[in-house]
């Protein structure tokens, strides 16, 4: 009887085996909050309201719209104006952006039009930015993809002959 003591105490202090199944619940759960905050800040990095903006073969750079201090207004489709993501009337447009650009030495504003805005929605905009001070006035652009519009096929160079 002394053997079986002693193989009885040998298996109440034994060390239990090594599970080997992989635990994923923490990564899940780590996974699902790194998606929600994503889900929630991806809305609030785009500046301003979303328009389809009016698209040209050679756009020019501004590195400056991309600043979180630019004034970026936007005229939607319908009319509306936007300063920032506000919604503005166009009268009142100039005396909002003359108090933004007091304490700037760079009188510059961009502007985002939707492709099918009246022009004369956009025009009143322009006249309203240029009556609050504005000196440089950046109108904001989407370049066209070669894809889509293809140039043209230049002619062959005359021969000689």
Same mark, same amino acid.
């Given at each position: 009887?002394?053997?079986?003591?002693?193989?009885? /105490?040998?298996?109440?202090?034994?060390?239990?085996q090594a599970v080997?199944? =992989?635990?994923?619940?923490?990564?899940?759960?780590?996974?699902?909050?790194?998606? =929600? #905050?994503?889900?929630? #800040?991806?809305?609030?990095?785009?500046k301003g309201v979303? =328009?389809?903006?009016?698209?040209? %073969?050679?756009?020019?750079?501004?590195?400056?719209?991309? %600043?979180?201090?630019?004034?970026?207004? /936007?005229?939607?489709?319908?009319?509306?104006? *936007?300063?920032?993501?506000?919604?503005?009337?166009?009268?009142?447009?100039?005396?909002?952006?003359?108090?933004?650009? /007091?304490?700037?030495?760079?009188?510059?504003?961009?502007?985002?039009?939707?492709? %099918?805005?009246? *022009?004369?929605?956009?025009l009143d905009v322009?006249?309203?930015?240029?009556?609050?001070?504005?000196? &440089?006035?950046?109108?904001?652009?989407?370049? =066209?993809?070669?894809? &889509?519009?293809?140039?043209?096929?230049?002619?062959?160079?005359?021969?000689?002959?």
């Amino acid at each position: 009887m002394v053997g079986m003591e002693d193989s009885e /105490s040998m298996l109440k202090h034994s060390a239990p085996q090594a599970v080997a199944d =992989i635990n994923v619940t923490p990564m899940v759960d780590v996974m699902l909050v790194l998606l =929600i #905050i994503f889900m929630v #800040i991806t809305p609030m990095l785009s500046k301003g309201v979303p =328009i389809d903006l009016v698209k040209t %073969r050679n756009p020019i750079a501004m590195q400056a719209a991309d %600043r979180t201090d630019a004034v970026l207004v /936007s005229v939607t489709r319908d009319g509306k104006t *936007y300063l920032g993501r506000d919604q503005v009337d166009p009268q009142s447009l100039a005396p909002k952006v003359k108090d933004m650009l /007091s304490n700037r030495t760079d009188k510059e504003c961009f502007l985002k039009a939707d492709t %099918r805005a009246k *022009y004369q929605a956009v025009l009143d905009v322009v006249q309203n930015l240029q009556a609050a001070g504005v000196d &440089q006035l950046g109108l904001l652009t989407e370049q =066209i993809q070669d894809a &889509q519009h293809p140039r043209p096929a230049t002619a062959a160079p005359p021969s000689g002959d």
